[in-house]
């Protein structure tokens, strides 16, 4: 038996070995073949030691037939012909003398063992070398589009992980015992298996494992804030910096698909209960993936004509391919998902009207209006809310203007106001649309920043600038009606508030003025009333959006749940995600045990219906 | 897709009147409610208010003015014809309650709105006093359909060629100044004329709804675009409106904001005929 934590280690990180005595690289790459070969006696005779250059394949070839649990006499190198044998150190898994190489590991050179005894699958190196090993292998980066190149087109920036650099850093996982990275994440992915399967090569089946907890790697892996879920949580990062998990997702969710080797899964038998599922974001699509793999039928309804929610209208091309949420939706559809477009609910069905033909109602609508700040010129030409400027640009496609009919007057000067992602979407998308100078206010400073590091990064990178504590004021405007320039003030930070974060405060007397042509107010949205309008027995919290259980996520309104923005306010596509669990869960458990006691269906049927 | 089982040409073709059928929304449309219609994959999202339904037909009517590419692209389409995407019913449907007599103001395509709103009033008992206007004899629509619906109608020309020469104004003056039962004023058109409405009524003190038409985008309350200043704050015309308490509009800043695309408008059209 292999001691688990060595097992993984072995994991497939291409490693070069030497001779310790004539330091003969050992590794032969054939074109076909990759072996390591040493020479070595028995009885005697000579025979074959085959090691796979990842050190975890162990072979004897010989003529000379040799029994489990002998000994050899002696390893050799090829070259030197010199003894490996270690005098000192027995095996560690059955006490016989041992052969000792040397890999090279991130510029250290580290004994590695091979036990002499025939059967003995110990070979490896010891419990604190392999940690040392996998310390020093750094956090690989993903190769991306050059910054000069990727302002003038919109395609993703990261072209992800290459099979090599997704083996190196799956390598660097500790595979610890009590996985921290699982209790950062919202819908609890079984990370280290996940990556030990990728360090194995496993990659399609590292992509099902994912899957078994979360529909769509491809999509978290992009856009999941993992600094502050799975990776803050990794014990690398402690001492450096820590496995690059969201990578790792994308690479196999990538890979699966590329390759073809995406299944529906069979669909278990039809419950003959349905489900609506209220707007086709990320918890909309979560839930009727979730339901309909347990055997509901399920159908979305969609408000825009298209589907996605906040995946297509508001994420951008560059940063979340549209195709791959169309790949997903596409997979929901063969599933048996049903899909209706331009159904604002509320409107033209009201929630009471949906459990007359559903058995449960999920509401997914995210966090609808957008905010202002109410200030003075706020309405003037050109000043957009985000959600304005990213559905214009990204659902209407107004950058292909006028191939496509929706305008989007093209900025010289652009001020977006906020410090999320959604900020950080609207100053690269203004970048690439041929803005000449994109500037970033934000009230507090770089350290309370929402965005995600690796967007603030890439903004940085693609010439955005930051002015950081500040605030605007007011926006200034042309005698015919257009923004020409920001008011701004300088802020301080003060005391913590509530959120944690150190409250800015304006420093009298400071004021300047930022010129701009185009102003994008990005601060975050408050509830869409639509939905409540037309329930009025669907309870609101004090912020105004649906109250739910946090346990379930059931609302005040029996067999009604809601979770993501329009339960919690603005926040990410993953909590969304893991919302839309949650719901799944409860209502599963609730509609089953109406299918095993019929009766009481119609009692709380009557008592939920008008 | 949405087909188009109807479609009628008037005012020489400027104004075209389509029957939808859209049998979901013709079932919950209330007066005051718009539509928003995509025409194609490429197209933009327009909202048009609607005219008139047909429960049960499942029919939806729209009237429209040819201003620029969508509508000029959607003047092309005959009977038959599909339209990508119907959303709807967007908005707050107009308040209708009974409160007996009312003026309702109409002026060019926004008589088109007003006769959904006006039939709607009629149904709910009041005495329904209506003036339409448009720029020429041949411009007006619907005579005959809101003078069914209409106690009274008066009909005003800009030239003076039918009906009463000048604005809707001046009739709606002599309204004010001769009948004290007056309880609601309704006006629908073009925002000058809401605009000189809602300055006139403000003097006889009678209350006066205002129908808004700013740019809209998805037309749900996501973007923002139609945001409209009410009494100084800021509201949304596609959930919050589209009708408001006309005295606490800001009309000026309403019509700066639907003027920023004249431009793009123009380029989007001659792209199009190249």
């Known amino acids: ?610 | 897709m949405f087909q188009i089982v109807r479609k009628q040409e008037m005012a020489k073709g400027t104004i075209i009147r389509f029957d939808i059928n859209a049998p979901k929304i013709a079932k919950k449309i209330k007066a005051g409610q718009f539509v928003i219609l995509r025409v194609n994959e490429t197209g933009e999202r327009i909202p048009l208010t609607v005219a008139d339904k047909d429960e049960f037909a499942g029919i939806i009517t729209i009237i429209f003015q040819v201003v620029g590419k969508t509508t000029a692209l959607m003047r092309s389409l005959n009977e038959g014809d599909l339209i990508k995407d119907v959303v709807g019913p967007l908005g707050k449907p107009a308040h209708t309650d009974k409160i007996g007599t009312v003026i309702m103001v109409g002026g060019g395509t926004g008589v088109a709105i007003l006769h959904h709103v006006v039939k709607a009033y009629k149904e709910a008992g009041n005495y329904v006093i209506s003036i339409i206007g448009a720029r020429d004899k041949e411009m007006l629509i619907l005579e005959n359909e809101m003078s069914q619906i209409s106690d009274e109608l008066v009909v005003t020309t800009d030239d003076g060629s039918y009906g009463q020469r000048g604005f809707v104004t001046d009739p709606l003056k002599k309204y004010l100044d001769e009948r004290k039962d007056i309880k609601q004023v309704y006006a629908i058109g073009p925002i000058i004329m809401m605009q000189n409405i809602v300055k006139l009524t403000k003097k006889y003190e009678i209350p006066t709804m205002v129908s808004l038409n700013p740019i809209m985008i998805d037309g749900t309350g996501m973007c923002g675009g139609c945001r409209v200043k009410i009494d100084d704050t800021t509201r949304f015309c596609c959930v919050d409106g589209p009708d408001f308490d006309g005295f606490k509009v800001d009309f000026d800043e309403l019509l700066n904001r639907n003027s920023l695309y004249i431009k793009e408008e123009k380029d989007s059209l001659l792209f199009s005929i190249k």
């Open chain 1, 1 to 610: 038996m292999l001691d688990q934590n060595v097992k993984y280690l072995k994991f497939k990180t291409y490693l070069n070995t030497y001779c310790p005595h004539c330091h003969e690289s050992f590794n032969i790459e054939k074109k076909e073949v990759k072996q390591i070969e040493f020479k070595s006696m028995y009885k005697g005779e000579e025979i074959d030691l085959i090691l796979s250059p990842y050190l975890d394949v162990f072979e004897v070839e010989t003529s000379v037939p040799i029994k489990e649990g002998d000994l050899v006499d002696d390893v050799m190198c090829p070259r030197c012909n010199k003894s490996l044998i270690h005098k000192e150190i027995p095996c560690g898994e059955c006490g016989s003398p041992v052969a000792e190489v040397i890999v090279s590991a991130v510029s250290r050179l580290i004994p590695f063992f091979i036990c002499s005894k025939h059967g003995c699958e110990w070979h490896g190196l010891s419990k604190r070398d392999e940690r040392t090993i996998k310390l020093k292998i750094p956090r690989q980066d993903m190769p991306e589009q050059d910054q000069t190149l990727r302002v003038h087109n919109w395609q993703e920036v990261p072209y992800g992980y290459t099979t090599e650099l997704a083996l190196l850093e799956a390598g660097r996982c500790l595979q610890c015992k009590n996985p921290m990275c699982v209790e950062g994440c919202p819908v609890n992915v079984d990370i280290p298996v996940f990556i030990a399967l990728v360090a194995e090569e496993k990659f399609d089946e590292a992509a099902k494992k994912i899957k078994e907890t979360n529909v769509f790697p491809a999509i978290c892996g992009r856009v999941c804030p993992q600094e502050n879920q799975c990776e803050e949580k990794c014990i690398m990062g402690h001492k450096d910096k820590p496995v690059a998990i969201g990578r790792l997702e994308r690479f196999v969710a990538d890979y699966e698909r590329k390759m073809d080797l995406v299944k529906v899964p069979s669909i278990i038998e039809n419950t003959g209960q349905k489900v609506a599922v209220v707007g086709s974001g990320p918890g909309g699509l979560t839930i009727a993936a979730d339901m309909r793999q347990l055997g509901y039928s399920v159908t979305v309804f969609e408000a825009l004509h298209e589907t996605g929610g906040v995946l297509t209208y508001g994420i951008p091309e560059f940063r979340l391919p549209k195709s791959i949420v169309q790949f997903e939706i596409d997979y929901l559809k063969e599933m048996g998902v049903r899909f209706e477009l331009n159904h604002v609910i509320g409107n033209i069905l009201t929630v009471d009207e949906l459990l007359e033909h559903f058995d449960a109602v999920y509401v997914g609508v995210g966090a609808g209006l957008p905010m202002f700040m109410g200030l003075e010129g706020e309405s003037l030409g050109y000043v957009f809310s985000a959600n304005e400027y990213l559905t214009r640009m990204n659902l209407m496609k107004a950058y292909l203007f006028p191939e496509y009919d929706t305008p989007m007057p093209k900025g010289h000067k652009v001020v977006v106001v906020g410090g999320g992602n959604v900020a950080m979407d609207c100053a690269r998308t203004a970048a690439r649309s041929g803005c000449e100078e994109v500037t970033i206010v934000y009230r507090r400073s770089r350290h309370e920043l929402p965005a995600r590091a690796e967007e603030v990064h890439h903004a940085e990178e693609e010439g955005i600038k930051f002015k950081l504590l500040n605030n605007p004021v007011r926006y200034l405007g042309t005698d015919n009606n257009k923004v020409k320039a920001v008011e701004c003030i300088q802020m301080k930070l003060g005391e913590t508030d509530a959120s944690g974060r150190r409250r800015p405060v304006p420093i009298p007397d400071s004021n300047f003025i930022i010129e701009c042509d185009m102003a994008i107010v990005a601060i975050g949205n408050g509830p869409n009333p639509i939905i409540f309008d037309s329930t009025p027995d669907m309870k609101l919290n004090k912020w105004g959006y649906i109250e739910a259980n946090k346990e379930t996520n059931e609302t005040t309104k029996a067999f009604v749940y809601a979770g993501g923005d329009i339960v919690t306010g603005s926040a990410t596509v993953i909590q969304a995600m893991g919302a839309g669990r949650i719901a799944a869960l409860d209502m599963h458990k609730k509609l089953t045990a109406l299918r095993e006691k019929p009766k009481k269906k119609t009692a709380a049927k009557k008592k939920t219906g008008k």
